[in-house]
């Protein structure tokens, strides 16, 4: 058996263990401190992280739009070289195979009709460029599923046709 405490002796054991409760919240505190600094700094790195995802957004809505605007600028310039070669052609018409004026016709209205089908496309393409940017800067992206499809649908159908017509001619 421990012998018997004096009172003094109980109440510094009861002021130490007091001090030592004291010394560990104040650890506690300095913990919760330093928590709460981690969590602000793991703060700062996810809005940093968000920024940079909408910066690869836009930049990737600008490829798309230039990707586009590549293809529309070539759809038109082939459309005016076709026009062009076929106005060419019908004023020399010593040069033409067909000699004949309807094929030269036909291949001047399909260069226009490129040229138009391009210029559609750059209109298009600037629409869509504006809608995205705006929808990635709302945070409220929605595809243009209808608008893809009626595009290449469109496409798909003057592709066809322009088979059909080379070919019955």
Do not use: C
């Amino acid at each position: 058996m421990e012998p018997e405490r004096t009172p003094n002796e109980m109440s510094q054991e009861r002021t130490d263990l007091s001090e030592h409760r004291t010394d560990l919240s104040e650890h506690r505190t300095g913990l919760s401190e330093h928590r709460t600094e981690l969590s602000e700094h793991r703060t700062e790195l996810s809005e940093g992280r968000s920024d940079l995802s909408a910066v690869r957004s836009h930049l990737a809505n600008e490829r798309t739009h230039l990707a586009y605007m590549r293809t529309g600028i070539s759809l038109v310039s082939l459309g005016i070289t076709m026009n062009r070669f076929s106005w060419f052609l019908m004023e020399n018409k010593a040069i033409s195979r067909h000699g004949g004026r309807p094929f030269l016709d036909d291949a001047k209205n399909t260069g226009l009709g490129m040229v138009i089908l391009g210029s559609a496309m750059l209109i298009w393409s600037l629409y869509r460029y504006s809608q995205t940017a705006k929808q990635i800067d709302s945070h409220h992206y929605m595809p243009a599923h209808r608008s893809v499809r009626a595009f290449t649908l469109a496409l798909i159908l003057i592709g066809i046709v322009s088979v059909l017509w080379m070919i019955v001619g």
